[in-house]
């Protein structure tokens, strides 16, 4: 049986790239995508989603409902400088010669109710099956939290992407976008007993996709999928060359994938505090790595994954999407 995926994201040109590692692998089943506000605004987000699930075609729709659009306490901060202002690329910049978008607003029947209970929905329909991986600042998830603990605590595993333990932040030396955006919904989440497993910069960083090798695999598949993939993705590598990455890092994509292999990282058990109040160090993520007795430091809350196979992740992820034999 394939195991049931709940993918909550904030699409993002690595989240599209995640999304769709997800859809291109056996074994599991994306039963529902939350979006939330973070890379950009959530009705940006939930277009975005649209756009993605119409381009690439899954054989099966899952459900899907727009989330949070504003951090539980502070005004949203987007990131459109890295991701372009639609969030994609500035797809809408493409335009065929006849005229038309290349990538004309679309359409899915989202469903009405809101991420925190379509996640909680999918809790009580799969249990300890379910794999919930998250990738935007961790709203939804926060509020679900508020509703009911308890039966958010029976999902089997929740991926995060977010943070940086032994890493300096990417937002300000000391936080991570994700937990920047919304530290109170972080530190709500890790408080609450959840089968956290984090996958910080720590690791993200080590993962680089690079056009050239992108673009060879692309080559091999002349379909609209792959054109997608290379439209939306030309922005990101601009930026990368611009920060000196040599590519895309793969922050969300890594995320998905050690939903999908838990091996690609190691992982050590650590008690992590979110920072909230700090002025210089709001949304810092706090691991308790002192050199002590473990009798001495608090229970570990969360897996923290602190190393990583990069190329054996990299292979996966190009293979899943663009497939050698397609």
């Known amino acids: 049986m394939s195991r049931p995926l709940l993918i ?8 599209a790239l995640a999304i769709l590692l997800a859809l291109g692998s056996p074994g599991v089943s994306v039963e529902a995508i939350t979006t939330v506000a973070g890379n950009v605004p959530v009705d940006r987000a939930t277009a975005n989603l649209a756009v993605i699930l119409n381009a690439v075609g899954p054989e099966r729709m899952p459900r899907v409902t727009r989330g949070a659009d504003a951090p539980l306490k502070r005004a949203l901060i987007t990131a459109g400088h890295v991701h372009g202002q639609d969030g994609l690329g500035d797809l809408d910049r493409l335009i065929e010669p006849d005229g038309r978008p290349r990538y004309p607003a679309s359409s899915l029947p989202f469903e009405m109710r809101d991420g925190a209970d379509l996640i ?5 329909r799969f249990g300890s099956e379910l794999v919930v991986v998250a990738l935007g600042p961790l709203t939804n998830l926060a509020l679900a939290v508020q509703r009911d603990a308890r039966r958010l605590g029976r999902v ?3 991926v995060v992407m977010g943070g940086a333990v032994a890493a300096p932040g990417n937002v300000t030396p000391a936080a991570e976008f994700n937990f920047y955006v919304d530290p109170e919904a972080a530190a709500a989440v890790f408080e609450a007993g959840l089968p956290i497993e984090l996958v910080p910069l720590d690791v993200t960083r080590q993962v680089v996709l690079g056009q050239a090798e992108l673009a060879g695999r692309l080559a091999r598949r002349r379909t609209a999928a792959a054109r997608f993939v290379e439209d939306f993705t030309l922005h990101g590598f601009a930026v990368g060359a611009e920060r000196g990455d040599g590519g895309i890092v793969m922050h969300d994509p890594l995320a998905m994938g050690v939903a999908l292999d838990p091996s690609l990282v190691g992982f050590e058990p650590l008690h992590v505090e979110i920072e909230t109040e ?3 160090t709001r949304g810092l993520s706090l691991a308790d790595r002192r050199p002590i007795p473990s009798d001495r430091k608090r229970r570990p809350n969360c897996r923290v994954a602190l190393t990583v196979e990069a190329r054996r992740f990299l292979d996966l992820f190009l293979e899943r999407l ?5």
């Open 8 to 15: 909550d994201t904030d699409p993002g040109i690595d989240d």
């Open 278 to 280: 700090g002025q210089l």
């Open 120 to 124: 909680l929905e999918m809790v009580d």
């Open 322 to 326: 663009c497939p050698a034999s397609a």
């Open 156 to 158: 089997g595993r929740l």
